[in-house]
């Protein structure tokens, strides 16, 4: 790509991120007023593929067509590495401040690095066990709340449950892109979401009453009440499809390596948006922690020398939101 592009790109980039850590709390705040994480999920995967298929139809047709065995890594990756990141990340911020749980659901690339050092032998520079001591200290730090505050132990487990099954959307989706293009793997990845949670709570079983109702906004919004179909809207759109079509951007210019690492500005960010909106403050020691547990991240995801960059060309979570 042109050098001219790479500020642009970068733009992109730092703007998806946002917008996915600005999702996190619009989820948070739709759970808090009624809707429960697996609606949730589902309405956003739902959503999400409509919009995606439809993109991809106008643009690209012809890359819609599965092969073979691809059609089954394809719903592996749909199931476990979409529907089930999206339920175990909502699980988590429903239960724990958005900025740790999404520090927790970041270690994927530190579990992708060891899972190709001991699991499928790859080579691994030795960084990675840097990263994994600064992780485990970060998280350590982090988790050192203060008074009055306890973590709860299900969401504890709901963010790691994410960030493995993240770790394997990673892993999956190496295999997939050496064959297809990120926006059509993207697009039938979350089809096969959609049609997981569909299967498992029909549409028609869905409490519709409950879009309708206003969702009173706390802090520096406080006052405003917009329906909850609104703030499903900005999930859907805003939270998922506009902001993994900017990272789209940010990969084609500037490689996956580097996209990876400036989204990482995402925990920063949904940490500071929870601050402001839902009053979640960290501690300076959390603060210097998540510092820490990014630093860790950076490293793993520079681990690999096989294919390194690869994984990455599907972004995380919150991506597919994750956030």
Not at 248 to 258: D, K, Q, T
Not at 276 to 284: D, K
Request: glycine letters at 10%; a positive charge; aromatic letters at 8%.
């Amino acid at each position: 790509m042109p050098r001219p592009a790479a500020p642009l790109a970068v733009l992109a980039v730092v703007v998806g991120a946002v917008m996915f850590a600005v999702n996190g709390t619009v989820a948070k705040l739709a759970m808090q007023a009624g809707l429960t994480p697996t609606r949730l999920v589902e309405l956003r995967c739902v959503g999400s593929a409509v919009l995606l298929v439809g993109a991809v139809l106008v643009t690209s047709p012809r890359t819609l067509r599965l092969r073979g065995r691809e059609a089954v890594t394809m719903a592996v990756l749909g199931v476990i590495g979409v529907a089930l990141v999206q339920w175990f990340y909502l699980v988590a911020i429903s239960r724990l401040p958005v900025g740790l749980a999404l520090l927790i659901e970041y270690t994927a690339p530190l579990m992708v690095a060891l899972w190709a050092r001991f699991v499928l032998r790859e080579q691994v520079r030795a960084r990675v066990w840097w990263a994994l001591g600064a992780c485990l200290l970060g998280l350590g730090l982090v988790a050192q709340v203060g008074d009055g505050i306890r973590l709860d132990g299900l969401g504890l487990l709901a963010a790691f449950a994410a960030a493995a099954a993240l770790a394997s959307y990673y892993l999956l989706g190496d295999r997939l892109l050496s064959r297809r293009d990120p926006l059509s793997t993207h697009a039938w990845s979350m089809t096969f979401a959609a049609i997981f949670w569909v299967v498992l709570q029909p549409l028609w079983t869905f409490p519709v009453g409950t879009l309708g109702e206003d969702v009173p906004l706390p802090g520096p919004l406080d006052g405003a009440a917009p329906p909850m179909w609104l703030l499903v809207v900005w999930i859907v759109v805003l939270g998922t499809a506009v902001p993994y079509l900017l990272f789209l951007v940010g990969i084609r210019a500037l490689g996956a390596a580097r996209a990876g690492l400036l989204g990482m500005v995402e925990p920063v960010a949904a940490s500071a948006t929870a601050w402001v909106v839902l009053g979640e403050a960290m501690t300076p020691v959390q603060l210097v922690g998540g510092g820490v547990v990014l630093g860790g991240i950076a490293m793993a995801e520079t681990a690999r020398r096989h294919r390194g960059g690869a994984p990455a060309a599907l972004t995380p979570p919150s991506a597919t939101l994750t956030s």
